[in-house]
């Protein structure tokens, strides 16, 4: 296994109230993404970062912050949560070293209801 | 917008058959990858294929690179029931940073 773990696994929260979802490694990489996954969209971007400190938006990013203090942890929070914010969210780290992208390893998955 | 479209949406097959699953995308890219999901779980790799080579194979899994077509695609032989997962190609677009984005994926049912 690669190392990385996300919590919660599951959360039901209600519209406004604010959520941190946390993914945490053991592996040093330096890349680490927040995707979310809903039906007829795949996964799509949220945040990712480059090492601690230094992350930036994908293509989905608002309504979604970011923070990575240290290399081993990044977390997404959810100033406010919406019901359109309903998904499933899976955090990433990247293998890759140099100029290339390597193997992603994913988390299990954290699915958040907002009702 | 997607940068990968998987195709087709969704298979189903016999086991023993082969399963052919297709992936497009729109822009040059580094390599392109494919992961499988099983049910309520999260991406596992399966395969890499660099934008310099045109095939690779894994056990028996086969994916083919077309960059003059943009696609690529990935051949499971001997189709069994545990392969039944979605499947997903993610692209790693050229000169940017390291930003995998994955298509809508194909949803494969292999019958027992």
């Known amino acids: 296994d690669a190392g990385i773990t996300q919590s919660p696994r599951h959360k039901v929260t209600e519209t406004g109230t604010p959520v941190t979802l946390r993914c945490h490694q053991t592996?040093?990489?330096?890349?680490m993404y927040w995707y979310r996954q809903d039906p007829g969209h795949g996964l799509r971007l949220i945040h990712y970062?480059?090492?601690?400190?230094?992350?930036d938006k994908g293509e989905v990013s608002d309504g979604y912050s970011v923070s990575r203090s240290k290399t081993e942890d990044f977390l997404l929070t959810l100033e406010s949560a919406t019901s359109s914010q309903t998904s499933v969210y899976f955090c990433?780290?990247?293998?890759?070293?140099?100029?290339?992208?390597?193997?992603?390893?994913f988390g299990e998955g954290s699915r958040l209801t907002v009702l | 917008s997607q940068q990968g479209e998987e195709d087709p949406q969704a298979l189903s097959i016999q086991e023993g058959e082969n399963a052919t699953m297709n992936c497009s995308y729109k822009?040059?890219?580094?390599?392109l990858q494919w992961y499988r999901q099983n049910s309520g779980r999260g991406l596992v790799h399966l395969i890499l294929?660099?934008?310099?080579?045109r095939e690779k194979h894994s056990g028996r899994l086969r994916v083919t690179l077309d960059t003059s077509k943009k696609s690529s695609s990935l051949l499971i032989t001997a189709s069994r029931a545990a392969d039944t997962a979605s499947y997903f190609c993610?692209?790693?677009?050229?000169?940017?940073?390291?930003?995998?984005?994955f298509g809508r994926g194909t949803s494969l049912i292999v019958h027992p």
């Open positions: 990433a780290i990247n293998s890759g070293q140099g100029g290339n992208t390597g193997e992603l390893f």
């Open positions: 592996e040093n990489h330096r890349y």
């Open positions: 970062s480059y090492g601690v400190k230094d992350t």
């Open positions: 822009t040059s890219i580094n390599n």
């Open positions: 294929i660099r934008s310099n080579e």
């Open positions: 993610a692209t790693d677009v050229r000169g940017g940073s390291y930003i995998p984005t």
